[in-house]
């Protein structure tokens, strides 16, 4: 990654920190973009260089899309050939996969705290679990040969993004929860719907 895009990363970031700081101190409706970008150090302008709303510089990055390199891994049959270990490797890129854990872990804690205390953001956390879910059924599509329109790669990946949405709920972002601890929440969430639906698995 080059200078400029570094310089581009951490402005976002300050942006994103400044509005979760500014928020959870004084309340959604009484902080501005223009405090915001004071809080950051740039212009208002510069702001909306990144985000459209204060509301969207308080979401963040989580839930990302699926990272690319793990798409195309999981797309091929990898990175272990068994499906559901493989998807959950892909939906763990989307919540922890990172160089510096620890400053994930905040930011999904602060984060947490601010979906508790302005319920409000819910309805665009929402909203961007539904485009990750619409990437991740093509990935499945792409990997099983289906169709994107079929009702196996879209029910797959509604599941998993129900899984998904359990899991961070349980999650509390300690020190003391690393990725192992993340998957296996997950694997967990994984066979209880297999012990709830296994008996269908049978029938037409």
Same mark, same amino acid.
């Given at each position: 990654?080059?200078?400029?895009?570094? %310089? %581009?990363?951490?402005?976002?970031?300050?942006?994103?920190?400044?509005? +979760?700081?500014? =928020?959870?101190?004084?309340?959604?409706?009484? #902080?501005?973009?223009?405090?915001?970008?004071?809080?950051? *150090?740039?212009? =208002?302008?510069?702001?909306?260089?990144?985000?459209? =709303? %204060?509301?969207? &510089?308080?979401?963040?990055?989580?839930?990302?899309?699926?990272?690319?390199?793990?798409?195309?891994?999981?797309? +091929?049959?990898?990175?272990?050939?068994?499906? +559901?270990?493989? $998807?959950?490797? +892909?939906?763990?890129?989307? $919540?922890?996969?990172?160089?510096?854990? &620890?400053?994930?872990?905040?930011?999904?804690?602060?984060? %947490?705290?601010?979906?508790? @205390?302005?319920?409000?953001?819910?309805?665009?956390?929402?909203? @961007?679990?539904?485009?990750?879910?619409?990437? $991740?059924?093509?990935?499945?599509?792409?990997?099983?040969?289906?169709?994107?329109?079929?009702?196996?790669?879209? $029910?797959?990946? &509604?599941?998993?993004? &129900? #899984?998904?949405?359990?899991?961070?709920?349980?999650?509390?972002?300690?020190? =003391?929860?690393?990725?192992? *601890?993340?998957?296996?929440?997950?694997?967990?969430?994984? @066979?209880?719907?297999?012990?709830?639906?296994?008996?269908?698995?049978?029938?037409?």
């Amino acid at each position: 990654m080059g200078l400029r895009e570094r %310089k %581009k990363q951490a402005t976002r970031r300050a942006l994103q920190d400044a509005a +979760v700081r500014l =928020t959870l101190e004084r309340g959604l409706e009484k #902080v501005t973009v223009e405090e915001i970008a004071a809080e950051a *150090d740039v212009s =208002t302008r510069t702001f909306f260089n990144y985000f459209a =709303t %204060k509301e969207e &510089a308080l979401l963040g990055d989580v839930p990302g899309t699926p990272d690319e390199e793990a798409r195309r891994e999981f797309v +091929v049959g990898g990175p272990t050939g068994d499906f +559901v270990e493989d $998807l959950i490797t +892909v939906l763990i890129t989307s $919540l922890v996969s990172t160089d510096d854990l &620890a400053t994930r872990r905040e930011h999904m804690r602060l984060r %947490k705290q601010l979906m508790e @205390r302005e319920p409000q953001l819910v309805r665009g956390v929402l909203a @961007r679990f539904h485009n990750v879910e619409t990437e $991740l059924a093509a990935a499945i599509a792409e990997r099983t040969g289906a169709s994107p329109e079929d009702d196996h790669p879209l $029910l797959v990946a &509604a599941a998993a993004m &129900a #899984v998904m949405r359990h899991t961070m709920r349980r999650l509390h972002f300690s020190e =003391t929860e690393e990725t192992a *601890d993340v998957r296996a929440k997950i694997q967990a969430a994984f @066979r209880h719907l297999g012990e709830a639906y296994g008996p269908y698995a049978s029938t037409d």
